[in-house]
């Protein structure tokens, strides 16, 4: 299963990803602004470039504004990747039955892996559910598959 996720990525990460996913027609802007106010940019079309003797695709251009760009930019990407184990998902909801309360309980998390969740809880894990849609990453209902 491949879900959409956000990453925070440095410059040189960024170059790295839009090389290795063939991005094209794309910006991307800091997250940060230069002391003058405004935002990195940069720009992907591998149409404005020369491809040069390798025929690979290297069409970024980078616009700071006369400005020197270090490893403190950073920028947020949208991307998609195959959902794992130890994926870490955004925000995920987890329902379990409590054996202290007798009851079923819901709670929202971030920044954590399936793996993380069954590893931590003493409790009965009964679905774990990517929050923006109607996902099911884990249950331990009859019919419906475990990761």
Not at 8 to 24: A, H, P, Q
């Amino acid at each position: 299963m491949r879900i959409k996720t956000t990453k925070k990525m440095r410059l040189d990460e960024l170059i790295k990803y839009v090389w290795e996913n063939d991005v094209e027609d794309t910006d991307f802007f800091s997250n940060e602004k230069l002391p003058s106010g405004q935002k990195v940019k940069l720009h992907v079309n591998p149409r404005d470039f020369d491809y040069g003797e390798s025929g690979k695709k290297a069409g970024v251009s980078l616009k700071s504004h006369g400005f020197v760009v270090d490893d403190s930019y950073t920028f947020t990407v949208k991307v998609e990747e195959e959902l794992t184990m130890d994926t870490k998902l955004d925000e995920v909801t987890e329902i379990y039955y409590d054996r202290m309360c007798n009851n079923i309980q819901t709670l929202v998390v971030q920044g954590i892996s399936i793996r993380e969740i069954l590893d931590e809880n003493n409790i009965d894990i009964k679905t774990i559910a990517i929050c923006r849609g109607e996902v099911i990453l884990y249950s331990d209902r009859p019919g419906i598959n475990r990761p």
